[in-house]
T-cell receptor, first 110, second 113 residues
Framework: TQLLEQSPQFLSIQEGENLTVYCNSSSVFSSLQWYRQEPGEGPVLLVTVVTGGEVKKLKRLTFQFGDARKDSSLHITAAQPGDTGLYLCAGASGTYKYIFGTGTRLKVLA | KAGVTQTPRYLIKTRGQQVTLSCSPISGHRSVSWYQQTPGQGLQFLFEYFSETQRNKGNFPGRFSGRQFSNSRSEMNVSTLELGDSALYLC????????????FGPGTRLTVL
């Protein structure tokens, strides 16, 4: 069974702090996506990484795909209250479309 | 371009009843996937439809079924509802089958009493 474990589960930080969220698995994925979900809404795609070792930047967000394509990280620089939400990683699986991670709930305090 | 729409947004049912949820994908998208999201289990894949055919299926009981129409709109049905079926049901559309970029709708919040 493919599993994606995210850590930490919960994170509460002050505005301006930096943070890193991890997404780990024992399985190899052909690609990995990161989403942010706000209450009452569906997940919104932030980025897709497909190559081992790939690093992508989206303003203050930096995404990295592990060399072995089993893990990924999301780093947020100078977090803002607007970054608050549930962050989900999802690994592409041929059988089950996407396997979603357990989620990291981030709260950024002003 | 309009996004994925799901109806209804909220639904309250009692145990034993059945429910049908609807999803309209982004115009031109032919693949529709359904997911169940609960606090305990997270986001779990139910099934995927492409060109009116179920192409992938997750590990859910047969009470969960779906279909897709020729205009790519999809419906999901849950029969004999159980308390544990209370969840946010999300629909996602993508332009092609397979692990293409998928766009989620806002979900239908189902509460089973």
């Amino acid at each position: 069974t493919q599993l994606l474990e995210q850590s930490p589960q919960f994170l509460s930080i002050q505005e301006g702090e930096n943070l890193t969220v991890y997404c780990n698995s024992s399985s190899v994925f052909s690609s990995l996506q990161w989403y942010r979900q706000e209450p009452g809404e569906g997940p919104v795609l932030l980025v897709t990484v497909v190559t081992g070792g790939e690093v992508k930047k989206l303003k203050r967000l930096t995404f990295q795909f592990g060399d072995a394509r089993k893990d990924s990280s999301l780093h947020i620089t100078a977090a803002q209250p607007g970054d608050t939400g549930l962050y989900l990683c999802a690994g592409a699986s041929g059988t089950y479309k996407y396997i979603f991670g357990t989620g990291t709930r981030l709260k950024v305090l002003a | 371009k309009a996004g994925v729409t799901q109806t209804p947004r909220y639904l309250i049912k009692t145990r034993g009843q059945q429910v049908t949820l609807s999803c309209s994908p982004i115009s031109g998208h032919r693949s529709v996937s359904w997911y169940q999201q609960t606090p305990g289990q997270g986001l779990q894949f139910l099934f995927e439809y492409f060109s009116e055919t179920q192409r992938n299926k997750g590990n859910f009981p047969g009470r969960f079924s779906g279909r897709q129409f020729s205009n790519s709109r999809s419906e999901m049905n849950v029969s004999t509802l159980e308390l544990g079926d209370s969840a946010l049901y999300l629909c996602a559309s993508s332009s092609q089958i397979g692990t293409d970029t998928q766009y989620f709708g806002p979900g239908t919040r189902l509460t089973v009493l």
